[in-house]
């Protein structure tokens, strides 16, 4: 693969850290600068807040969310078993679906922050969402130096850093970025391991550990299994990697692991099944779900393409490009189609939030892209490549602010978005 003459390493620290203290900066919650008291009030212009929380605005997720936070406090952890049948009993009743307390993880770590630091219950769940996508963030940026030079890496952590929806879904309390943070894990750890060119278990155990995590936070974790299983089908001729025995008992022993702990969460497997079958059925049902999470194949390349269409374009100029050398761009380009044939022929259950698991491959690839591009220039191949970036960068952020600052934007539903950039009035 083409590559970007190297610089100092100290500089590239220094611009590393200079990326990684922006997107941080960009993620932290907007309640430590939107109230006179608070901590950052100081720098509350320069931090782009959502008018979604200047209207102090809570989404139908956000307070169920909250709810099961409260009720984990009240009772204690020994009594969620009843919380999950509390939930089938309402949710037996209702119409539509509701999101249920098996997605534990999240509301776990927010019942921990919760205690550890006496934040009301939706404020422990907001920064929660803001923690993990700032370790989503520095996850990329340590991919990135272990598969890539490490000026490179610099520029991939930048695209990350300024992602419209890393950005937005690290200012909500909800569980999409922070299933994000453990499927990029999960990803990271099967490129490592099958990289691996004897038994390593501290490869092979973390990897384990996060598709057991990943099951534990999000019924979503099929897809990413999916992926997995056409990742390691399609090895065998894109040839990216080694598929060793361990590997392959890893991959399903770690959602056994989880679906196990959910077993024990629920109360019983008949429990937990009930759950998930009240889960899906009721949810066709929802006259929002029928309204706003229908639509083609291709629905999730059109809303990609309202979010972040420079990103779209250019990873879409990276598959074209794209041959057996580039073992990296072929593995992630294999975890978003496998992911992707799955999640668009889900019945009334698309949304842009649960497709911010590729938002990091897909800037992999436009990275790849762009590094193609420059490469015949030359003399002037590195500044160019740095001013793309810089550019890539500063539209990613201007989008942004169009969707969620000037427009109130809470749900990724293509109406929503064609609204904020004004082509639907």
């Known amino acids: 693969m083409p590559t970007i003459p190297s610089i100092s390493r100290r500089l590239i620290l220094v611009s590393l850290s200079a990326v990684l203290l922006i997107g941080i900066f960009l993620r932290l919650p907007p309640s430590l600068f939107t109230d ?41 952890l020994t009594h969620y078993p009843d919380i999950v049948l509390g939930y089938i009993e309402k949710q037996v009743k209702l119409p539509g679906s509701i999101l249920p307390p098996v997605r534990f993880l999240y509301i776990f770590a927010a019942y921990v922050w919760h205690s550890m630091f006496g934040t009301e219950a939706l404020e422990a769940l907001r920064n929660v969402a803001s923690f993990f996508n700032i370790l989503m963030l520095g996850l990329a940026a340590l991919f990135a130096w272990r598969v890539r030079r490490s000026g490179e890496s610099v520029a991939l952590t930048a695209l990350v850093a300024f992602a419209p929806t890393q950005i937005h879904m690290s200012q909500h309390a909800l569980a999409d970025g922070f299933f994000a943070f453990w499927a990029l894990l999960t990803v990271w750890l099967l490129w490592e391991n099958l990289q691996s060119r004897g038994r390593n278990w501290a490869w092979l155990g973390g990897y384990t550990a996060s598709l057991a995590l990943l099951v534990l936070t999000k019924e979503n974790a099929f897809f990413v299994w999916i992926a997995i299983l056409v990742v390691l089908g399609a090895n065998r001729w894109l040839c990216y990697g080694t598929i060793s025995r361990e590997l392959l008992v890893a991959t399903a022993l770690g959602p056994l692991l989880g679906v196990v702990v959910l077993v024990f969460l629920a109360g019983g497997v008949d429990v937990l099944i009930g759950t998930y079958r009240l889960l899906v059925t009721k949810n066709i049902a929802l006259p929002y779900a029928i309204k706003t999470g229908d639509g083609p194949w291709y629905r999730y390349l059109v809303d990609l393409l309202l979010v972040s269409p420079v990103i779209l374009i250019l990873s879409f100029g990276a598959v074209v490009r794209i041959d057996r050398t580039k073992r990296l761009e072929l593995f992630l380009l294999m975890f978003v189609l496998g992911s992707y044939l799955v999640m668009c022929n889900v019945k009334y259950g698309m949304n842009l939030r649960y497709a911010n698991m590729w938002d990091v491959p897909l800037r992999f690839l436009a990275l790849s892209m762009i590094i193609s591009l420059v490469e015949p220039l030359q003399k002037w191949r590195r500044a160019v490549f740095i001013g793309a970036i810089v550019l890539i960068c500063a539209l990613e952020l201007r989008q942004y602010i169009i969707l969620f600052v000037d427009f109130p934007l809470y749900e990724l539903v293509t109406e929503g978005l064609l609204r904020a950039l004004h082509i639907l009035k």
């Open 36 to 76: 006179g008291s608070a901590p950052l009030h100081w720098l509350n212009a320069l931090h782009p807040t959502p008018k979604w929380h200047h209207y102090r605005l809570i989404g139908v997720d956000e307070d169920l969310y909250r709810g099961y936070v409260e009720e984990v406090s009240a009772k204690g």
